[in-house]
């Protein structure tokens, strides 16, 4: 049998999307699934951060599986709108030229979404090579840039959900990473035995992961955020908080990423004088984890919109394997999992005052963190196993 996935981030692309790809691919790899993996060239965020890599050359854990580079003229995700789009329109247009010069016929096509242009590649390929189609839904797109009234016009909206309608209909089955989603989706009128819900997670091997190097400190509390510094995040709440909290010494604010919003904290930071947060930037996938390993509290937040009630924010496994408590600034299915799992302290976004309680609650209180890591760890290994959780996907190939 021969796959294709096709997903515009991939390694050694950073973020949710290029790892959520990166553990399918592993996975059906091991399964020994003749697999073949239809990409862009590394540009999230920037080109210059994969510069010194030689990203053209396999993974040592992927080398049974094709690459396909799709040739990109831009050089990073820009914040211009025009730009983004044409880099979504690049990938799409050269990616149904290069899949069409390879030799192979595909029998089963995943396509990850968003961007939806993606799924553009996956519905003509279903349709050149009789194939089945599976769809990947991370995110609920077009609702969610038009929530966040990144588009506005309806002239470029109308169309998108027009081709959200062909893309539900067109998949075979629709994997989905969050059971937020279900609802929303039978609300558009998919059957609702056409969806599969396979979360990220972490793989068993990563449980052990943390050991005697990765001892914390008592004495100072870190906060940390690691991901995207995004306009969906808001993360101009975690220096509000800072700013609230300046007077506790004994509390630090760590922020690991980058995103188009940046700018805007650095500004916000240096407006304050706050010295008691610190931006690492981008770092290494190992990196991050040995400094998330070294705090004691990780950081969601969510802007208060509607379809942001559906997701679960892909960090929060990697917290939890570090076993932070988390601290949450959200609302919805996510919130709702974090109480209800008891494995974290839940806040509505932007609620300055309430995460800034809930962050002086953890600190003073150790036993307390030790309850939530205990109630994590038994989540992770019940719930969220990616060794497990792959069955559903093998099952459908």
């Not at 920037?46 to 040739?71: A, G, H, M, P, T």
């Amino acid at each position: 049998m021969n796959v294709l996935l096709v997903t515009q981030h991939f390694p050694p692309e950073i973020g949710a999307a290029s790892n959520r790809m990166n553990n399918i691919a592993y996975y059906l790899n091991e399964e020994n699934i003749n697999l073949t993996v239809l990409t862009s060239e590394p540009t999230y965020p920037n080109r210059d951060l994969y510069k010194n890599i030689s990203w053209n050359k396999k993974d040592n854990n992927l080398e049974n599986i094709e690459i396909l580079r799709v040739q990109s003229f831009y050089n990073d995700y820009s914040s211009n709108k025009v730009k983004r789009i044409g880099l979504y329109l690049n990938f799409m247009i050269r990616g149904i030229l290069d899949a069409l010069k390879n030799k192979k016929k595909f029998d089963r096509i995943i396509v990850t979404s968003p961007p939806i242009f993606a799924v553009v590649i996956g519905v003509i390929l279903k349709k050149r090579y009789k194939a089945k189609l599976i769809l990947d839904i991370r995110d609920l797109w077009p609702d969610s840039v038009k929530e966040l009234k990144l588009f506005k016009n309806e002239m470029i909206l109308k169309p998108a959900y027009i081709f959200e309608d062909i893309m539900y209909r067109k998949a075979d089955k629709i994997i989905i990473n969050s059971k937020g989603f279900i609802e929303p989706l039978k609300s558009k009128g998919l059957d609702e035995n056409k969806i599969i819900y396979i979360p990220n997670g972490i793989m068993k091997q990563e449980l052990n992961k943390i050991n005697n190097d990765f001892k914390k400190k008592n004495d100072i509390i870190e906060i940390v955020y690691a991901g995207t510094i995004g306009y969906a995040q808001g993360i101009d709440s975690l220096i509000e908080i800072a700013k609230n909290l300046r007077s506790h010494t004994n509390i630090r604010f760590k922020i690991i990423g980058t995103g188009v919003e940046l700018e805007k904290i650095r500004d916000l930071i240096k407006s304050y004088n706050l010295n008691n947060i610190e931006l690492l930037g981008v770092v290494s996938k190992d990196k991050v984890f040995r400094e998330l390993s070294k705090c004691h509290i990780g950081f969601i937040h969510l802007k208060d919109i509607e379809v942001f009630k559906t997701v679960i924010p892909s960090k929060i496994f990697e917290y939890m394997l570090a076993k932070l408590p988390i601290l949450a600034g959200v609302k919805g299915y996510i919130a709702s999992m974090i109480y209800e799992k008891n494995i974290g302290l839940v806040s509505e976004p932007y609620d300055i005052k309430s995460m800034s309680e809930n962050i002086l609650k953890l600190a003073n209180n150790e036993e307390l963190r030790k309850k939530i890591i205990d109630n994590q760890s038994r989540l992770l290994k019940q719930e969220f196993i990616w060794d497990e959780n792959i069955k559903k996907l093998i099952d459908l190939l």
